[in-house]
C-alpha cells in the first residue's frame, strides 16, 4: 500500500516562500511520476508542477512558472515543491500525488495515488 504524506502549508504574506514536502512510503518511489495540484474552494483541482522519475525534467502550469520549483530525493523517498513571490491566488489546497508511469502528464486523473493535502493561505 503507497501512503503519501503532505506537509509544510501555512498562512504566508503576499510575497513569501513555503516549502511543501510529500513523504512516501514504499520502495518503489523512484518509478513514479510525482505531481502536485491544488483546490481552492468552489473551483476544480489544477495542475501545479510534475517531474519524472529521475528528477531531470518538470513541467510547470503557466501561473506558477518562475515561481515555484518541483524537486525531489529518490534516496529520501520525498517530493517538495518550493514556493517563492507567494500570492493570495495562491491559496488553495495542496496535495501531491503519484503516477507509476514514465510520463508526467497534468490531468488529476491520471494520478493513482494522492496525499491528504496542506493548505497554503496568502494574505494579501
Known amino acids: 500500500q503507497v501512503q503519501l504524506v503532505d506537509s509544510g502549508g501555512g498562512l504566508v504574506q503576499t510575497g513569501g516562500s513555503l516549502r511543501l514536502s510529500c513523504a512516501a512510503s514504499?520502495?518503489?518511489?523512484?518509478?513514479?511520476?510525482m505531481g502536485w495540484f491544488r483546490q481552492a474552494p468552489g473551483k476544480e483541482r489544477e495542475f501545479v508542477a510534475a517531474?519524472?522519475?529521475?528528477?531531470?525534467?518538470?513541467y510547470y502550469a503557466d501561473s506558477v512558472k518562475a515561481r515555484f520549483t518541483i524537486s525531489r530525493d529518490n534516496a529520501e523517498n520525498t517530493a517538495y515543491l518550493q514556493m517563492n513571490s507567494l500570492k493570495p491566488e495562491d491559496t488553495a489546497v495542496y496535495y501531491c500525488?503519484?503516477?507509476?508511469?514514465?510520463?508526467?502528464?497534468?490531468?488529476?486523473?491520471?494520478?493513482?495515488?494522492w496525499g491528504q493535502g496542506t493548505q497554503v493561505t496568502v494574505s494579501s
Open positions: 517531474i519524472d522519475r529521475s528528477g531531470g525534467n518538470t
Open positions: 500525488a503519484a503516477r507509476p508511469s514514465l510520463v508526467p502528464v497534468t490531468s488529476p486523473d491520471e494520478y493513482k495515488y
Open positions: 514504499g520502495r518503489t518511489f523512484s518509478s513514479w511520476v
